[in-house]
């Protein structure tokens, strides 16, 4: 087979940290086309990273030479490109969360089992060194029964691009939860084996950041500074138990607390063993033997996970065979999420289809 011919659709901050850079690396890959609608940035990744620029990605749907393509757009794209590339016989890897709202989600889904292509979503974490090694000890029963996980995933004062599309509802779809939970989330359950979710409950908080004019922070990523005339609907906070045939998961999230601590990670506790997982770091493995208490803390080898991932997607490309990313697999946060921000806003408990 030729190389694998690549569009990615939205050049901006994650395609310039992590799909471009590892396509142009990838001996497989070759990117064809670096699409995105402010011709300035399509221009400037065609420049560093070859292929064509172009600013519509209708002009390229019929292109027979392009094999597959990265959607790395604002979150309420995510399915309409993704969709339109898949009817047009194309392979796609969509940036996390898989879509704004559920239903988006679903047909997204739908449309992937429909035309037999590959949709694999961007959970990187599926693809990093200390999640499979946390995954692996689990699997060998090192943790016993895993019966809670926790999750924190929080930071003092980090809304990004206050007043901009990641903290306007109908283009994000959500805050915290979506942008930073996904991650957390999908992590548990690809660890603990996809197990199927059956309720979850759950509050939103949306508090800091609706004075956009007056919020204080150390730094505004995503953009310079507030955009005092735009809009904050979003969740700032979170916090949520959902049920599922395997361990029962908390979480407590939030891009914005009071409390000058970020605390990021997982809690894996076993009733033989537990896993203190630091995210995007390393992990801690708690058990006690021959009457001690042991706390062992691995080393190991790592690679960029991007790099694995872009790597992992293009060789599904080549084989036809799908990873450990596909939309089947992800499915289940997105209908987390959407249980949880319905249990918010009902103040109830919801079942999980």
């Known amino acids: 087979m030729p190389k694998v011919n690549i569009a990615v659709i939205g050049c901006g901050s994650i395609a310039n940290a992590a799909h471009l850079p590892n396509y142009a690396k990838n001996p497989d890959a070759e990117v ?4 995105d609608i402010i011709p300035a940035r399509a221009d400037e990744a065609a420049e560093k990273y070859g292929g064509k620029a172009v600013y519509d990605y209708h002009e390229i749907l019929d292109d027979p030479e392009l094999y597959a393509v990265s959607v790395c757009t604002h979150n309420d794209f995510h399915a309409p490109i993704s969709i339109d590339f898949l009817r047009a016989g194309k392979d796609v890897l969509c940036e996390k969360p898989a879509a704004r709202i559920l239903s988006e989600a679903l047909e997204m889904q739908r449309v992937q089992h429909e035309t037999g292509r590959l949709l694999s979503i961007g959970v990187v974490n599926r693809f990093g060194d200390a999640v499979n090694r946390v995954k692996a000890m689990i699997v060998a029963g090192d943790l ?9 995933f929080r930071a003092h004062r980090s809304i990004p691009g206050l007043g901009g599309d990641f903290t306007t509802k109908a283009i994000s779809g959500g805050g915290a939860l979506i942008d930073w939970g996904v991650h957390y989330l999908d992590l548990v359950f690809y660890c603990c084996g996809e197990p199927k979710p059956r309720t979850a409950s759950g509050e939103a908080f949306c508090k800091l950041g609706k004075d956009i004019k007056d919020y204080t922070c150390l730094n505004m990523w995503a953009q310079r500074e507030a955009n005092e005339a735009g809009t904050y609907d979003v969740d700032d906070s979170v916090t949520g138990i959902v049920r599922t045939d395997g361990p029962v998961i908390t979480l407590h ?6 409390i000058g601590v970020s605390e990021t990670f997982i809690d894996f506790m076993g009733d033989l063993g537990g896993i203190r ?3 995007c770091g390393d992990f801690v493995y708690y058990t006690a033997k021959h009457g001690a208490l042991l706390e062992v803390k691995p080393k190991y080898p790592t690679v960029d996970f991007y790099q694995t ?5 293009v060789s599904s490309v080549i084989t036809r065979q799908p990873n450990q990313a596909c939309i089947d697999n ?16 009902a103040h109830a408990e919801m079942t999980i289809d």
């Open 144 to 152: 016993g029964e895993v019966f809670h996980v926790y999750a924190s």
């Open 330 to 345: 992800t499915i289940a946060t997105s209908k987390i999420m959407d249980a949880i921000y319905r249990s918010s806003e």
């Open 32 to 35: 064809r086309y670096c699409c």
């Open 277 to 279: 997982l630091t995210y």
């Open 309 to 313: 991932e872009i790597n992992s997607f």
């Open 253 to 258: 999230g939030a891009w914005a607390q009071n």
